[in-house]
């Protein structure tokens, strides 16, 4: 806003911007009110007679240590903030980097689960193979324990077949008699007959060799398919409880961060709400206007330490502007009124020129009376130039239908109910006026 025209959504006839850094740096607006509020710039109490603008000072609903702490005591709670904070801040990042490290273990620990279960799937694939070698080894054993049979039952009617038809004596007789010839197809049929028995032999030998030698290599790839899936369960089982630990493990670690981050972000608002409240302890209480004598001999007054328009926002559309310090905390203020009904006007910042001009209106025009005589003499009563916080931007008179606000007015009420939530107080004497220090 910066000292212009806020831009943004229209709301009733007022469009709200972005507020100054205070605003900007709260996480929420009316956090940064209440905390403001809370650290609100009390000032020295003030009698009805020599109040800057008359009238005694409500007491500020703050804790009185906060409330009445002098700007050392401010500036020595900014140190401890500032050391505080170097000292979460570090441990923050500590964290993140921990969290950084644990994070990138925990997703190389799922990256390696993953392998290991597929490792079980493909070691369970290899299994249920290996069974199915086992039975296809089983039954080409089955086969050849059929064959081996089948070779020992033709072994046997071989033998039988021999003892029942034995070579006649005679035809042998003859054979070995007879010609060459005879002889030597008598002995072939000898040996035929033998190594049809021998054939046989071999033949069983070899099918209970082969099924036995192929039973044997199916069970021990079993064995070997169980012994690999039961490796990978056991790896992934120590994988996945590792993950667990690890992810409880980053749980905590995120959780720690938080909590830090959380800290950090609290003493950062600290520090901001220790500054803002140096920041309006010495704006409340600096700046004077003084009356000197020209060369013609006419008084003129010289202003000194007092802001201008220049540090002044103007809140949305409205006739208020206020110092830069408390801009976010009133735009926050008139949307919380707004949102409950009421809209919130009037005037804030006005110039000590402006201010002289309302003591010769209701002081008189002597020097004494503009610029010596206690407030309360003035009717209304009215703060001495360089005293008033409308000179600072700190304080609003409020009006409610064009007219200044009384203790039944519908703002009076709301402002009495919420103004404090932002840092703002009532002056008792006047129901209209309101500012960070009640005066």
């Known amino acids: 806003m910066g000292g212009a025209r806020a831009s943004g959504d229209s709301v009733v006839g007022m469009r709200w911007g972005r507020g100054p850094r205070t605003v900007r740096q709260c996480r929420r607006v009316v956090t940064c009110g209440l905390l403001v509020a809370f650290l609100a710039p009390a000032g020295p109490a003030f009698a009805q007679d020599d109040h800057p603008d008359g009238g005694e000072r409500i007491a500020d609903p703050v804790d009185e240590a906060v409330r009445d702490a002098t700007p050392g005591e401010l500036r020595r709670r900014r140190a401890e903030v500032a050391e505080r904070l170097e000292e979460a801040g570090s441990a923050a990042e500590l ?4 969290e950084s490290e ?3 273990a925990l997703a190389e620990l799922d990256a390696a689960l993953v392998v290991a279960q597929e490792a079980v799937a493909s070691s ?3 299994v249920e193979e290996a069974n199915a070698a086992v039975d296809v080894a089983e039954a080409r054993s089955a086969k050849a324990d059929r064959r081996a049979r089948q070779a020992e039952e033709d072994l046997g009617n071989a033998a039988v077949d021999m003892f029942i038809n034995p ?3 005679a035809s042998v007789q003859a054979a070995l008699s007879g010609t060459i010839e005879q002889e030597m197809a008598s002995t072939g049929l000898l040996v035929g007959r033998a190594e049809s028995r ?3 032999s071999l033949r069983r030998d070899r099918a209970r060799a082969a099924a036995t030698r192929a039973e044997r290599a199916a069970q021990k790839a079993a064995r070997d398919a169980d012994t690999a899936r039961a490796a990978a369960e056991r790896a992934a089982s120590e994988l996945s409880a590792q993950l667990e630990l690890r992810s409880e493990e980053l ?4 959780e720690d961060l938080a909590l830090l981050e959380a800290e950090v972000a609290d003493l950062e608002l600290t520090d901001l709400v220790l ?3 140096l920041a309006l302890d010495g704006l409340s209480q600096s700046g004077s206007v003084a009356a000197v004598r020209g060369p013609d001999g006419k008084w003129v007054t010289v202003t000194d330490g007092l802001p201008t328009r220049a540090d002044m926002v103007q809140i949305g559309d409205t006739g208020v502007w206020v110092h830069n310090l408390v801009a976010a905390n009133v735009t926050a203020m008139f949307l919380e009124a707004l949102s409950d009904g009421v809209v919130l006007a009037g005037s804030a910042h006005r110039d000590s020129t402006r201010q002289i001009q309302l003591r010769a209106s209701h002081c008189g025009t002597s020097y004494e009376a503009l610029f010596l005589v206690p407030a309360s003499s003035c009717s209304p009563p009215t703060a001495r130039p360089g005293q008033s916080m409308h000179e600072r931007g700190l304080a609003i008179d409020f009006t409610e239908g ?7 007015s519908a703002s009076f009420v709301w402002l009495s109910e919420n103004a404090a939530d932002f840092g703002f107080f009532n002056l008792p004497s006047e129901a209209w006026h309101w500012s960070v220090n009640g005066r």
């Open 275 to 277: 500054e803002t409240r």
């Open 251 to 254: 749980r905590r670690i995120r």
């Open 124 to 126: 369970a694939l290899e």
């Open 167 to 169: 070579p006649q004596a």
């Open 102 to 104: 644990a994070a990138r």
């Open 95 to 98: 964290a993140r980097r921990t």
């Open 198 to 200: 021998r054939v046989l």
């Open 402 to 408: 064009g007219r200044v606000l009384s203790r039944s």
